[in-house]
C-alpha cells in the first residue's frame, strides 16, 4: 500500500472583520458599582462640582467627613434601604481591579463604549480611583421614599451628575437606568428627580429617559435656623 502523502498544510485564512464587532473610534470601558467609603474624596468633590453647576456653592457645608460619617456609618446602612450612590468609573483598558465584585448587594455593570473622538479628561488624576487607570466620571445618589398613592416604595434621586467631559456619550443614561433597573427589581413604584426650573439640559435628558415633568409640583423646603427654630429648649 503506498504511503499516505502528508496532509496538506491548509492556507491561512485572511483575517475576517466584521463591521459590527470592530472596535472602531475609541473605546472606552465603563463600570457602574456600589460606592464605598475609600470613593468619599471623590463624591466630595463631585457634590462641590454639583454645586458650581447648580450656582449654590452658598447652600455647600458637605466635608469629607460629614459625607463619611452620614453615607458611610460604623452601623453600615444597608444599600437600596437608605442612602445610596452608584459610581461611574472609566477606564481605557478591561477592569481589573475587582474587588468590588464581592459586594453581596450589587454586582458591578460592565460596559464597553465605542466613541468617535478619545475624551481628553483634565481632571484625570484628580479622579483617579486608587492606584489604577480607573477614573470616577460621575455618580448618582438614591435613597427610598413612599408614595402612599401606589403603596410602593421609590426611589428619591438626590443627585445625578456626569463630570462635564463625559458628558452626551450616554454615561448620565447608564446610571440612571441602573437606578430604575434597581427599582424594577426590588418592585418599586416610582423613581424620580427634582430639576432646577433653568436647567433644560437635565429636564431634557429625563423627559428622553420616559420621566414626565411635573408642573404642578413644588417643593417647600425646611431648613437651616428656620428648623433648627422647632428644636425648643430640651427640658428634660
Ligand atoms: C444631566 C446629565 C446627568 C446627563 O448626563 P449625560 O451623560 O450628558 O447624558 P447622556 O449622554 O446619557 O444623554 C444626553 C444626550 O447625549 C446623547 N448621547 C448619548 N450617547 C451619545 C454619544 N455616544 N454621542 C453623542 N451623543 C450621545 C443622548 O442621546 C442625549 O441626547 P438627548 O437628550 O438629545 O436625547 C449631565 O448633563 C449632568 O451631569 N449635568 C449636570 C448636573 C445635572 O443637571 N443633573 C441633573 C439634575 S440632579
Redesign the pocket.
Known amino acids: 500500500m503506498a504511503a499516505a502523502s502528508p496532509l496538506p498544510t491548509p492556507a491561512p485564512e485572511p483575517a475576517i472583520t466584521l463591521p459590527g464587532k470592530t472596535p472602531l473610534g475609541h473605546p472606552i470601558f465603563t463600570r457602574i458599582r456600589l460606592a464605598t467609603p475609600s470613593d468619599v474624596p471623590h463624591l466630595h468633590k463631585l457634590i462641590h462640582q454639583?454645586a458650581v453647576?447648580?450656582n449654590l456653592t452658598h447652600q455647600l457645608s458637605a466635608t469629607e467627613s460629614s459625607l463619611s460619617s452620614t453615607l458611610f456609618p460604623s452601623t453600615k446602612l444597608q444599600p437600596f434601604h437608605s442612602f445610596t450612590i452608584f459610581i461611574l468609573d472609566v477606564s481605557l483598558t478591561l477592569f481589573t481591579d475587582t474587588p468590588y465584585h464581592t459586594n453581596p448587594f450589587y454586582n458591578p455593570t460592565e460596559e464597553v463604549?465605542n466613541?468617535?473622538l478619545a475624551i481628553e479628561d483634565p481632571e484625570r488624576e484628580t479622579f483617579r480611583v486608587g492606584k489604577s487607570d480607573v477614573f470616577a466620571a460621575?455618580f448618582v445618589l438614591f435613597f427610598p421614599n413612599y408614595p402612599s398613592f401606589l403603596a410602593k416604595p421609590g426611589f428619591y434621586?438626590?443627585?445625578?451628575?456626569?463630570?462635564e467631559c463625559?458628558?452626551?456619550?450616554?454615561?448620565?443614561?447608564?446610571?440612571?437606568s441602573a437606578v430604575a433597573m434597581q427599582a424594577v427589581k426590588m418592585g418599586y413604584g416610582r423613581v424620580e428627580?427634582?430639576?432646577?426650573d433653568w436647567?433644560a439640559?437635565?429636564i431634557?435628558?429625563?423627559e428622553?429617559m420616559s420621566a414626565k415633568k411635573l408642573q404642578e409640583l413644588r417643593i417647600c423646603r425646611l431648613t437651616g435656623e428656620a428648623l433648627q427654630a422647632y428644636g425648643g429648649t430640651d427640658s428634660e
Open positions: 454639583m453647576f447648580g463604549v466613541l468617535d460621575g434621586v438626590e443627585d445625578l451628575f456626569v463630570r463625559y458628558r452626551k456619550k450616554g454615561f448620565g443614561k447608564k446610571l440612571f428627580c427634582g430639576v432646577l436647567n439640559n437635565a431634557n435628558f429625563f428622553g
